[in-house]
């Protein structure tokens, strides 16, 4: 939708997250005399303070807060959905039959912006190469912004924007989901189960994630992982110009690893090498295929190998993705609490070797399968199991089921706190090893998010006082 759509029917800002909060900001500039709806399940009291004063200031809204927020929707004529609310409530279905109209700020973003948009998705690797290219398109455009999950929300930025401006946006499946738009250039990385506890379904979820081709024309292009199953078969069906990225093979067109450089071919083009693995700043094989990717993304826009190679070979890692914390009592840390599926504790399990020694895991339960974990495990040396809650007793359970043996030469321990992980993780880290948060789980419910995760972990390694929030 336009906004001057927006003028004359009436507004509901449905969750006051972080985008709930920027949409309403961008609406009430757009239309300062409008009144304007805003819903949230948390009650008044319980809203951030910033939120709470928010709704003290703006006059003309008119609010639906606690448990029966959702009854709201039918009161409206288009509702302005935040990402964390699935689509699928009987309230919002009920809605749209009823002919309210449901957008988001991601759907008005890519309505109202003219210039480029470069969209990054997957399950794991979003952040990370979304910055990269961002980091390489800046040496060709310096004003080429980074938007979306990974920087501020979209509509924070649409008004500054100039008409011809480039910006690189890190889409969730949740921003993705009932998508009518389509990136320029869009980025598909690998796709594994995650978020099972919003979706009905693995494939209700890939579904969401393959919107950011689904619009796409002859026009655009797609830069997939072509070392997975899912993004072959979402590539296959798109109408765009296809580029793989390949860790394991040639590719007609796009990046891929040739010996010790990844390297780039046009489509019936010559393979340039482009950047030295062993100029890649990143722990792990798996971020060569994010640094592929990025590269893939400045070569369609022209930016000359040289600055790519530069702009790689300066990039700093991102915080809390395999980060090193330090070396404390002779045991050196390393902060991954990203790793919100098994997939990508396995890739950090192999990106630092057989000197891991202790592990912390574990997390909110959201129906993943742990037994690609408990076998990756039994392979391992690691001695020790730190386990939180819930998922630390599933996967201690799925260690037990998939080898006996392997349980049986671990210690394992289940505690309520990262301060009482961090002291076991000391007691039981032998001088010269690697312990290891890599929690193959989301935060909730111990922590707010996997950054409040990440960052308490390196306070209580780094035994330094916890910031106050």
């Known amino acids: 939708m336009k906004i001057t759509e927006l003028a004359d029917p009436s507004l509901l800002i449905l969750g006051l997250g972080q985008e709930g909060r920027s949409s309403w900001r961008f609406l009430r500039a757009a239309f300062p005399e409008k009144v304007l709806g805003v819903a949230d399940q948390l009650p008044r009291e319980q809203l951030p303070a910033d939120t ?79 910055s990269l290219a961002h980091a390489i398109l800046r040496q060709k455009f310096p004003d080429a912004e980074l938007i979306g999950n990974i920087g501020a929300p979209a509509l924070d930025w649409l008004p500054r924007l100039k008409p011809d401006a480039l910006v690189v946006y890190e889409l969730s499946s949740h921003q993705l989901e009932s998508l009518a738009y389509s990136p320029h250039i869009a980025v598909l990385l690998n796709i594994v189960p995650e978020h099972l506890d919003y979706y009905t379904s693995f494939e209700q979820y890939v579904a969401a994630k393959s919107n950011i081709t689904r619009s796409q024309t002859k026009n655009d292009f797609l830069i997939y992982d072509a070392d997975h199953e899912i993004p072959r078969k979402i590539a296959a069906a798109s109408r765009a110009a296809r580029l793989g990225c390949s860790l394991q093979g040639e590719q007609p067109a796009g990046a891929y690893l040739a010996q010790d450089q990844i390297v780039f071919r046009p489509n019936g083009g010559k393979a340039e090498p482009v950047v030295p693995i062993n100029a890649v700043p990143l722990l792990g094989r798996f971020n060569l295929m994010n640094v592929a990717a990025a590269v893939t993304v400045g070569k369609i826009l022209g930016v000359p190998s040289v600055q790519i190679h530069d702009a790689v070979r300066r990039f700093q890692p991102l915080e809390h993705r395999l980060e090193w914390v330090g070396v404390f009592g002779g045991v050196t840390y390393y902060n991954d609490s990203i ?84 002291a076991l993780a000391k007691q039981h880290t032998a001088p010269g090893r690697i312990c290891l948060l890599s929690p193959a789980s989301p935060s909730f419910p111990l922590f707010r998010d996997y950054r409040d995760r990440g960052t308490q972990f390196k306070h209580r390694v780094q035994g330094t006082s916890e910031p106050r929030t």
């Not at 109209?101 to 008005?108: D, N, P």
């Not at 003219?114 to 794991?124: A, D, F, L, S, Y």
């Not at 007793?393 to 671990?410: C, K, M």
């Open 339 to 422: 790793a919100t599926v098994p997939e990508a504790t396995i890739g950090a399990l192999d990106a630092l070797g057989d000197n891991v020694e202790t592990l912390l895991l574990g997390g909110t339960d959201r129906k993943l399968n742990f037994s690609g974990l408990a076998k990756r495990l039994a392979s391992s040396r690691v001695k020790t199991l730190i386990l939180f809650p819930t998922t630390g007793q599933r996967i201690w359970q799925a260690i037990g089921d998939v080898s006996p043996e392997t349980a049986s030469r671990l210690q394992h321990f289940f505690v309520e706190s990262m301060e009482e992980a961090v």
């Open 52 to 130: 709470q004063s928010l709704l003290r200031d703006d006059q003309l809204i008119r609010s639906h807060l606690g448990g029966d927020y959702m009854k709201s929707v039918a009161d409206y004529d288009v509702i302005v959905k935040s990402p964390g609310i699935p689509l699928f409530q009987p309230a919002l279905q009920h809605a749209k039959r009823a002919g309210k109209r449901i957008t988001s700020q991601t759907a008005l973003f890519f309505a109202n912006f003219p210039g480029t948009v470069i969209g990054i998705t997957g399950t794991k690797g979003k952040s990370t190469t979304a």
